[in-house]
């Protein structure tokens, strides 16, 4: 069972936009919650993360918000840049265990 | 500057033969972690580990064997390979004993079971 989803495995944008990713679980036992991105043929790369102690987490252009009522999590980059294309993986854990969603895709278009 | 290494990048085994990945970090992190990553399906944690001589399952932890006799180095050992183990293998480690800390990855070894 997938206890973390990311249901869009791609998204497309033009750069200087928005990009938003979202991401949603289902194990309430999850207490952090953390975005890596990953590159081809390299490992992933932390990103931002958040504890379910807080509903939003800020980091230059990237801001995490958790919604814990809808057990949703989501990653906002502005402004959008080529550099940014690649794969986003939500991950959560708790109790030591470690779940990551399948990933979605990001093109960010010049 | 190598934070986690990860030997060798790629390899092809045929069904039963055993092999050793290897996965060395020179941060002086506590907690280490083998997961596997198939196509959809994100990564899977299939062993941890959280300091010199502690080793414990994660999600997938069948057909593969950890240790860990050293803070630096964490081998996951596959004892008799199948084809449901073609994936592409990653090691991580954080300077804390949980996965709440931002892990580090290794470049991952691709490994083919035919």
């Known amino acids: 069972d997938q206890q973390v989803k990311q249901n869009s495995p791609s998204l497309s944008v033009q750069e200087g936009r928005i990009s938003i990713l979202n991401c949603d679980y289902t194990?309430?036992?999850?207490?952090?919650f953390l975005w890596y991105k990953k590159y081809p043929a390299e490992g992933p790369t932390f990103l931002i993360s958040?504890?379910?102690?807080?509903d939003k987490n800020e980091d230059g252009r990237f801001t995490v918000f958790l919604n814990k009522s809808a057990k949703h999590l989501s990653l906002h980059i502005v402004p959008s840049q080529p550099g940014d294309s690649a794969v986003y993986f939500c991950?959560?854990?708790?109790?030591?265990?470690?779940?990551f969603g399948a990933g979605t895709r990001l093109t960010v278009k010049p | 500057n190598a934070g986690v290494t990860q030997t060798p990048k790629f390899q092809v085994l045929k069904t039963g033969q055993s092999m050793t990945l290897q996965c060395a970090q020179d941060?002086?992190?506590?907690?280490m972690s083998w997961y596997r990553q198939d196509p959809g399906m994100g990564l899977r944690l299939i062993h941890y580990?959280?300091?010199?001589?502690?080793?414990d399952q994660g999600e997938v932890p069948n057909g593969y064997n950890v240790s860990r006799s050293t803070t630096e180095d964490f081998p996951l050992r596959l004892l008799s390979a199948a084809p449901s183990q073609t994936s592409v293998y990653f090691c991580?480690?954080?300077?804390?004993?949980?996965?709440?800390?931002?892990?580090?990855f290794g470049d991952g070894t691709r490994l083919s079971i035919l």
């Open positions: 991950a959560a854990s708790g109790n030591n265990d470690m779940r």
């Open positions: 991580a480690s954080s300077d804390n004993t949980g996965p709440n800390q931002p892990q580090h």
């Open positions: 580990s959280v300091g010199a001589g502690i080793t």
């Open positions: 958040i504890s379910s102690i807080k």
């Open positions: 194990n309430s036992m999850f207490d952090y």
């Open positions: 941060m002086n992190h506590e907690y």
